[in-house]
């Protein structure tokens, strides 16, 4: 197994992705900080904060918020970790510093740390792992201690999940006396890899195969502790009604059957991802065959049969889960930014264990569409439900409640603002990997990279006005001529691409699983140019997809386009795009922040009086324009559609 | 106002509805005497006539069934008056005078008739009105008895339900004492119209009227009734939880306003046309113009915006409701057969108010499609909901798990089959209509017609082939030479129509709402010969349809066609039926008991290996073949779509 390690030193000065980041240090930051502490005006209070000082002795009252509350603070930790890699902040770390230090108060003396249980249920630790999150809001803890403790060279974070950890293995397991369990939100198992990774101890790497293993054998632990729990004193909980895990059995968890042998991506989308990022990530650490094979099956299923152009999963708001393959509606659907922020780590892993450029298009496909379109230009409104579609009737459907029309301030429960933001803030994470002597570019995110090359310090800068121009300039940067390989992704949606080193053609006729491997000694100062080119593609769905048929969606590099209300008026599903019509690319400065915007003529079909006529339509011509679908409800609410109709 | 009357002498020999009266007759009516007299094996029992036996004091036992568990047996009553109509049967009628001596045996003294009150909660009649349907069944039982009377001219079950409404009239009304409450589900409203027609005792007219003027007025009845009902001592029903009437406030049963103040089609479809027919009626026997305006605002409303091609009504599961303008989701909607049954009824009220084709046109639409459909072939199974379009991944999808993918046999709450089976058994009450000079002729259904036209006696014979060919002969009998009008519905679908008298063309330039108003001096033995162009019509949807874009639907007469994967293989949304592709009608006698197929010549879409692509569709020369969307799913499960994607 080849498989590829991660690149540190990335720094992004990409007009796209810094503008972004900014954002996420200037709005997002800042303003969920204020809801961790309940400093904002109406809205609900978190009590996130709160609930570690009562923890602590430090407050009096009692616990407030959902039983993965806790994982809010978590998440905001990671963020700000990632944020100061490439933004020093010291009033931002010395707060962070500051709740560290309050985690630390407030663990017990075992090493416990959970406020739901700590103050609500002393006594029923580790009792409802399917439904009560404990696990789940560990591995959020241990991913921003890993990221804390790499940004800032600090240690009392990661020596706090350290001692937690300690007391997790020693509960659960295969040997007697520990609880054969697991959780019912997987996220600790791809946590204690990155823990293995920082620590090197094998200990974690081993808890994380455990809870992969055991995960669905026969008898399924979580009907046996629901057993249990019938005589211990505790409160039921949402899944304990009649409609168990929403109907879906043990797949909602994906906990039916060993992950080995499951060949279908099933239940819940989030959990789903979160559990194939751990797998992979263990395939590449053990070189698990068997495991990266699941993978692999896992991963064609979901590309192939259950994902949204704009990279969305999550076909049913009943479990917010996956449903069969090619059931795809575009205005019912769930396609939860967290998915799709999983979705990107899960390609990013992937692209360790294999540099395969399939990988790559997915992983570029999620962060430039459907993870995005979850937050508005400014960072201030959010979507959880990602629609491809919204019709005039859309927000009057009972049975489409879930999809809003437009993007909502920070909720209650705020899984999606502070993943997406997580994402945003380590985006640098996902351009590169490496082996000891190639690196590969996943990713065109201009800025500077340094790393270690065939034992040569490098250092290598992408320029580039991406994802809106396809001219792409590399530069090498190496105090004295070293031998190594420069692995360029040649975008699966490039049918045109030239390469030239130092002004000099290089042929692409053989590439390796979609990258142009260039061997050379390099030298201080070559330069690569790459052009992609970006003509607009006419994106059709498979036959099987019922309701995309006879529509087509507009994709220039890596945007995925809409069309709006505010641009082409009411009645988007009466548009017609002719196939023979020529589309217009042009990067306009004013509009969404700046943004290639796509014109093309087409007709509007006029409203006829009767509801169903076999008169012939009458087409009135009319200029479509679409936008990046990232961008969309950014200029008023109104309709919305990514499939537009071809006549 | 210028109204006509039904004509009662009607004889049908037509192939298409006798073969459908004779399955009503030898099928449905004995099989749901078993099912009311729990006989049927691995069968919920139905305790329909046993609950009467124990109310009569005849049996032990308790009630068992829902709260409209009687409405079975009025339904099967109303159907064998129908049928008996024209196939005596006096086995059949027997059965039927039993069952209305026994339902007189378990009538209160003061008249009281309904099981789950007398047995369940004697003390609690007319508590809650808002779900319990005792008026609902009240209304069902007067349709029947009604219906019995004409048939047989017998009087004994008419007077039971006279007895009945007089205690009805004098419980409910707005004078002092009186509660001022109405039906949470419409149908005595209509009922008692009916009731009026038979005996020509105003006050029953005066009670429909005082329901429909009440309903809707502030205060709302159901919400002080609600109140009101803390205080006693009855069972919580399931409109008692959270989410009240669907969520739906008082639009689910058409009360959140006065009558005259609805605008547009609202909440329950079934409650809704039911409602509206007596709005209907009541306009034309008071000439009320108000109820008459409002009539054809709604009436406009649901054909206008609301009603599938199939004349499907009910776009949601929820409520199993109406929705909003232009959302008619092809797989997801509710369309229950009762809902298309009401929308014939309707139409033929709406025909007496107003002889405007529009009316007719709607009548044959869900005569011949929306309602069928509910029924297979041999009677013996079922649809309550008629989705248009069934994909392979429809039977998994967990918020579509009311659409089954084949008929189901009887059902417990068995609304759907009977009310299918009254229709049928009494379709010749919707072929004709007359003032006293005019006969209005609105469907062509072979038989007889026997009435009396300027004061003579006229017969009428049709004969034809309809609905698969358009060739229509009448023979005028009349045994002296009279003068009066024969109306002839050209109908909407046709743009090409012949009509000749004794071989001599008539002009069809002046139509009236539709109508060809033949006047002249007929002689015994005149004979009128119409020929109704069939071409097939490719019917397109308003652009604001935003499901039916792209897609044709094909229709020949007034029989809107399907595909079905039987003889199109699967993935039926991957074919193409091009614009210009000729299509060819065949009668094939061997065919879903003898209908016309369509073919086609068209494409199927290649399945690639990928999801989404760019690259140009591959398509694969393949004949379509269409079929009656009413005989859908009688060969077995599968695909089945109305809307076809062009190219
Ligand atoms: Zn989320
Ligand atoms: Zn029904």
Same mark, same amino acid.
């Given at each position: ?71 809010? *603070?978590?998440?905001? !930790? ?61 591995? &959020? ?15 009392? =974070? ?6 937690? *950890? ?95 042998? /499951? ?11 979160? !559990? ?21 099956? #896992? ?63 997915? !992983? ?18 959010? =979507? ?17 409640? &879930? ?119 390099? /030298? ?26 006879? /529509? ?66 009458? #087409? ?28």
């Amino acid at each position: 197994m080849k498989v590829t390690t991660p690149v540190k030193h990335v720094l992004v000065e990409d007009h796209f992705w810094k503008k972004y980041k900014q954002i996420v240090a200037n709005e997002v930051i800042p303003y969920q900080w204020k809801a961790l502490n309940d400093e904002l005006p109406n809205t609900e209070p978190s009590h996130a904060i709160e609930n570690f000082r009562i923890a602590a002795g430090e407050s009096n009252g009692e616990f407030y918020g959902t039983v993965f509350q806790d994982s809010d *603070v978590a998440k905001w !930790l990671e963020t700000v970790a990632y944020s100061l890699r490439d933004n020093p902040n010291p009033e931002l770390e010395k707060k962070a510093d500051e709740v560290i230090s309050l985690l630390g108060r407030s663990q017990a003396a075992d090493g416990y740390l959970n406020t739901y249980y700590l103050l609500k249920e002393p006594n029923n630790r580790w009792t409802n792992l399917r439904d009560n999150h404990e696990l789940y809001c560990a591995g &959020h803890f241990i991913e921003a201690a890993v990221a804390y403790n790499e940004t800032t060279g600090k240690n009392e =974070f990661l020596s706090i999940m350290e001692k937690y *950890v300690h007391l997790i293995d020693q509960v659960f397991g295969t040997e007697e006396g520990k609880i054969k369990g697991y959780p019912g939100h997987e996220e600790i198992e791809l946590a204690l890899v990155k823990l293995f990774d920082v620590t090197q101890n094998e200990k974690y790497l081993r808890l994380a195969q455990y809870f992969i293993n055991q995960r669905g054998q026969e008898p399924i632990y979580f009907r046996e502790e629901a057993e249990k729990r019938k005589k211990i004193d505790t409160a039921s909980t949402w899944n304990d009604e009649k409609n168990i895990n929403f109907g879906l059995g043990f797949e909602y968890q994906q906990a039916h059957q060993p992950v080995r042998e /499951q060949k279908e991506a099933v239940g819940h989308a989030v959990r789903a991802v979160y !559990l194939y990022i751990a797998m992979a990530d263990l395939a590449a650490k053990t070189g698990d065959s068997s495991l990266k094979e699941t993978c692999e099956i #896992l991963w064609d299923d979901v590309v192939k049969n259950k994902m949204y152009i704009t990279a969305g999963i999550g076909s049913a708001v009943n479990g917010e889960a996956f449903t069969c393959n090619h059931d795809l509606p575009n205005d019912s659907m769930y396609c939860e930014t967290c998915a799709s922020v999983g979705l990107a780590f899960w390609a990013n892993r992937m692209l360790r264990l294999d540099a395969n450029r399939k990988y790559a298009d997915v !992983l570029e496909r999620a962060i430039y569409n459907g993870t995005l379109s979850g937050m508005d230009l400014d960072g201030k409104r959010f =979507f959880y439900v990602n629609p491809l579609e919204v019709n005039p009737f859309q927000h009057v459907r009972k049975d489409q409640q &879930h999809v809003k029309v437009e993007r909502q301030k920070w909720f209650f429960c705020a899984c999606c603002p502070p993943n997406l933001a997580r994402m945003i803030a380590s985006v640098e994470d996902n351009i590169y990997t490496q082996t000891d002597d190639t690196l590969y570019t996943h990713l065109y995110v201009a800025g500077k990279v340094e790393t270690t090359l065939s034992g040569k310090k490098i250092e290598i800068t992408q320029s580039h006005q991406y994802p809106w121009d396809g001219d792409i300039a590399l530069t090498v940067n190496t105090g004295e001529p070293a031998h190594f390989n420069l692995a360029l992704r040649i975008p699966g949606w490039c049918q045109n691409a030239v390469v030239k080193v130092n002004g000099q053609l290089i042929s692409l006729d053989r590439l390796e699983k979609g990258y142009l491997i260039i061997e050379r000694v390099w /030298q201080q100062g070559d330069s690569v140019s790459l052009h992609l080119d970006m003509q607009v593609k006419r994106m059709r769905s498979h036959p099987l997809v019922s309701m995309n048929q006879g /529509q087509s969606a507009l994709q220039r590099g890596p945007i995925v386009y809409c069309i709006e209300e505010v641009d082409n008026g009411a009645n988007l599903a009466g548009l017609r795009l002719p196939k023979e019509s020529e589309i217009t690319s042009q990067f306009k400065e004013d509009v969404l922040n700046g943004v290639v915007i796509l014109t093309a003529d087409g007709y509007r079909v006029a409203p006829s009086n009767e509801l169903y006529s076999s008169e012939q339509m009458e #087409l009135v011509p009319q200029k479509i324009t679409a936008v990046p679908y990232y961008a969309w409800c950014n200029r008023g609410t109104g309709e919305m559609r990514v499939w537009i109709y071809e006549s």
